[in-house]
């Protein structure tokens, strides 16, 4: 006879070079309720001035900095798609699940390894015109950083986040 037992998400593996800087000796803050978040949806947390991205996506939950690589844009706002979260103001993807840039932002720029992506519209919308100056400079100077992760658990059906101490 197989029991049935309830089942709670674990959190997702990510790139262990990517945990926050401090995080593997800080403390623990609540993420809420793990029945309040389902799977596809996010939140945003608050430790201090610390904001807090907390999703849950098919391969577990994940916590990053809820400030998008490129502007810093709060990405609990954006879109959840599977893995992959979207920020609202520059249309950028990123994956939760490896770390990866999925799709650059509309403005260009440099990827975290340093190579160069022009500016480009979506379908559908205007060719963006990028003149010469110091927003070009700036633009085409800008580098997506790679994401933050904060270790997560599972404490009696609440998500802890370690933050750095």
Known sequence: MTLDRPTFPIPAAFPPHLIAPGADEGHPIDGGSLAE???GAMRRVTDGDLDI??????AGIVAVDDRCPHMSAPLSIGELDGCVV???LHEGRFDLCSGDVVRMPTTGGLDPDGV???TWSPAGKDAK?????????AR?????????YYPVRNSAGRIEVVVPG
């Open 53 to 58: 991205l907390v999703a849950h996506t098919p």
């Open 37 to 39: 978040l389902p799977e």
């Open 86 to 88: 979207g920020c609202p």
């Open 129 to 137: 015109v990028d003149p010469p100056g110091k927003k070009a400079e």
């Open 116 to 118: 160069y992506h022009p």
């Open 140 to 148: 085409r100077l800008t580098r997506v950083r790679r994401l933050r």
